[in-house]
DNA sequence: TAGATTGTTAATCGATTAACAATC
DNA sequence: TAGATTGTTAATCGATTAACAATC
């Protein structure tokens, strides 16, 4: 199959934040938009709108700019939105029981299909009707159902243990919360890092800063 | 004053993470490591990691490497880790408390002195010790506490006013949770983004990318 | 002292911006 | 057709890596 020509991480971060403009010019019944335009709104510049978009496919027009709805529609295929992914949470803690509450994601086909922890009593509770399991669940689950994403909100000792486990299970990708770099044997699978304490301490160098100004 | 070089916000986002692995070592005992060694257990260049370094200072000693303890602190002190940061979350819902329950922020001074929320029922509740107060108490609480930082978890359509309150009040950082780029009148407040749907649509970008290949 | 390793300058690489021909 | 705006190439800028003299 032919080698596609590699895209950047910087280019893939900035994808949702025009999906997410562009959904929102779709609400307020923009019809269309020009590089310029948009580029205003999101205060990037149009060239790199442009030359971002041209990653992906010609989705513009010339003279006329790009048709929004056609746009958010394209950029969701990319970042692969036209599809359902099922996601396990392990860890029914606060932030566990957060994300399962969190109603957002299903909007974009992320749905939360079960809540795992070791803790006895959380066993079989429901969080949003969403069934808590005992980590040695997880296998049956697992081979009964289909896992696309693990979120992982556990502590940080018990987070490498676990990840393995859920690598040699197959799945192929992990949204790591805890405050560890995983460290996996299997390179194939896909991490996603939430490191708050990480954003905390950007907030914190960014405040001192500004302060000595 | 003396416009001291700008630090690029790329290298702010690694800091967070050297400070993370000193402090393993830190506990694991190690006392003294050298760029080449860190590279290795951190996957980065050895360049850029004393190229990062010395954008703060001369940390290290040729011949030797860098103290761990030493290096801890200093970037800990590069962070403002070193004082105490105070927390309001506006948004008492699960994720709010969330954040809330949270005890580790606390190790590194940062601090939730109050939940805000507009539900009735809320008022008085104390999550973790913390007292849940109404948004109409905001400018009272902020008269008698100093706040540092205030965490937005509140759906997206209020961010924006409650933003530009919070920046009236004179609070001098936004945590943003909501899921909206801020618009705010004041460009010197700090913002710090957790977009967690965008981070969800960068892990299904990759997810897709990899099952092609 | 000899060996190790930093701090820093220079070279390379990649990402962003500018410019403009193509074309709707 | 004339005007607008894209897609894309070229130029610039910034970040990363390599190299090495300084020095512990």
Redesign the pocket.
Known sequence: MQEEKEI?Q??VRRMPRYYRHLGELLEAGVERI???DLSRRMN?????I??D??NFG?????????NVKYLHEEIGKVLGLNRRHNIIVIGAGNLGQALANYVKFEKHGFMITGLFDVKPELKGMLVRGIRIYMLDELEAFCAENQVDIAALTMPKEKADAIANRLVDLGIPAIWNFAHVDLELFDKNVVVENVHLSDSLMQLSYNIVKNQKK
Chains 1, 2 share one sequence.
Not at 58 to 66: E, K, L, S, T
Request: aromatic share 12%; glycine share 16%; no cysteine.
């Open positions: 950047s910087a280019v020009s590089s310029n990037v510049t149009a060239s790199q442009r030359q978009l041209n010609g989705f513009g027009q010339q003279g006329y700019g790009y």
